[in-house]
């Protein structure tokens, strides 16, 4: 575990020091080597004690995360390299080195041993991506989505911190993930589980906080929007997931008002996708939705549960990632996210239509897809849990089959709104647009490696 952190860590120099005619070819084949070496990571036969010591800890609920991160980096580097080497190479040094700290940040959340080294990476993630937003955002709002940002993220860490604070005085450890506290009195488990969901809550995020999350997507550059829904989303539910194994166990009748209110949530993210007329705004919107689902699976605790909270956390990372990308691409030819401007794709670059679609099968959980996979674990550990779910959860996915193939007819049917000169598209594109489609076939194929 140390060898691919420190090898991530040493990206940080050669970002710094690389000629600038090959930085790209360098830094994309460097990450690219440390993607398929992290693979490894999904061997579920492996002695798995192999990867754990006294500060790195690696297992399979950290595993696919782990490696999905890693996949996604030189994807980020792809995605943002039109709009970034036109800017002076002082600035793209900059770029680049605040991705791979990013990077760092996140590998070492997921490889953390204990909840106080865990909680220290995780805030930690806070300031590179501070940074993207800031500096690489779209319009002059990006510092009001900076603040929005920091206020939600550290107002709800505050009392995670307390409570890590009091755990590991009870137990003079940093608290290891293996260790179960012992039970306390009703009303300090109340408030300790209350204290530690409500930070994990707010990075999912649970709908009403999560205003923040629309406003930095719409801002944040390409690599900014990526990783925020690929991957920083998920530290939420990877957090909810590694507490409950600390936490003393309490009754599932407590987390009654979360779960309704993630799943009402998730309807209302739903019916806010379908007047959007942002489309960053409106994939923003459908993470929210999805993030409530996982929220709503964590909650009730079960194998099934969390099997599926885990199988849609992946999914949605690559669909995400992959609509967020198609929007750049979109916005790169016409400068606008304003979905009624952009029309009549379907004309221009036929092959384009091709990965939009499947994009957005993708988001609809189309079968044999591995989000269908994670809905239907989900849907069948809620409704086992209790039968009356099943129409909050009938009508999200309901309005959850509409909002994507509203967002394809608006982008790619149609005459052109726009009478711009638009060139071809790339190879990088679709090369990019493959690497994120081909994990999600194969995971489809063999769920069990993040199951």
Request: aromatic letters at 10%; proline letters at 6%.
């Amino acid at each position: 575990m140390m060898k691919i952190i420190l090898a991530t860590t040493m990206l940080i120099p050669t970002t710094m020091i690389i000629k600038p005619k090959i930085m790209y070819q360098t830094l994309i084949s460097y990450t690219f080597m440390l993607a398929t070496f992290s693979l490894t990571y999904l061997n579920q036969n492996m002695n798995l004690k192999l990867q754990t010591n006294s500060h790195m800890n690696l297992d399979p609920i950290s595993a696919p995360l782990l490696v999905m991160s890693f996949w996604l980096l030189p994807l980020t580097i792809l995605a943002s390299q039109k709009t970034i080497s036109s800017e002076p190479t002082q600035r793209q040094r900059t770029f680049m080195t605040t991705l791979m700290v990013l990077q760092m940040f996140i590998s070492m959340t997921f490889a953390a041993s204990n909840l106080t080294m865990m909680y220290i990476m995780f805030e930690a993630t806070l300031i590179p991506t501070l940074i993207l937003i800031t500096r690489w955002g779209q319009q002059p709002e990006r510092l009001t989505a900076g603040t929005y940002f920091i206020m939600y993220t550290l107002a709800t860490s505050m009392p995670l911190l307390m409570a890590i604070l009091f755990l590991n005085n009870k137990s003079n450890t940093p608290t290891p993930f293996f260790m179960t506290m012992e039970p306390h009195t009703a009303w300090t488990t109340l408030l300790l589980w209350l204290a530690c969901l409500t930070a994990f809550f707010a990075k999912m995020p649970l709908y009403g906080l999560h205003l923040w999350l629309p406003k930095a997507h719409v801002e944040a550059p390409i690599a900014g929007s990526m990783v925020l829904a690929a991957i920083l989303l998920k530290l939420g539910g990877y957090g909810i997931i590694r507490i409950m194994q600390v936490l003393p166990t309490s009754k599932t009748d407590l987390f009654m008002p979360f779960l309704i209110l993630s799943l009402w949530g998730a309807i209302l993210a739903n019916l806010t996708c379908l007047q959007q007329t942002d489309l960053k705004s409106l994939i923003a919107y459908s993470s929210v939705s999805h993030m409530g689902l996982v929220i709503a699976a964590t909650m009730i605790q079960t194998p099934w549960a969390l099997s599926g909270a885990m199988a849609l956390m992946i999914a949605h990372g690559f669909t995400s990632s992959m609509l967020f990308c198609l929007a750049n691409i979109n916005y790169e030819r016409t400068h606008t996210r304003i979905l009624i401007l952009t029309r009549g794709f379907h004309n221009i670059m036929l092959l384009m239509t091709m990965w939009w679609l499947g994009a957005n099968l993708m988001n609809i959980a189309f079968p044999p897809s591995m989000n269908f996979t994670a809905e239907l674990l989900i849907t069948s550990a809620l409704f086992n849990w209790c039968p009356t779910t099943i129409i909050l959860l009938g009508m999200s996915i309901l309005i959850t089959a509409s909002y994507p193939l509203h967002m394809f007819l608006s982008t790619q049917a149609g005459k052109p709104m726009m009478n711009l000169q638009t060139d071809p598209t790339h190879t990088r594109e679709h090369l990019l647009m493959m690497l994120h489609i081909m994990p999600l076939i194969l995971i489809s194929l063999k769920p069990e490696l993040v199951l």
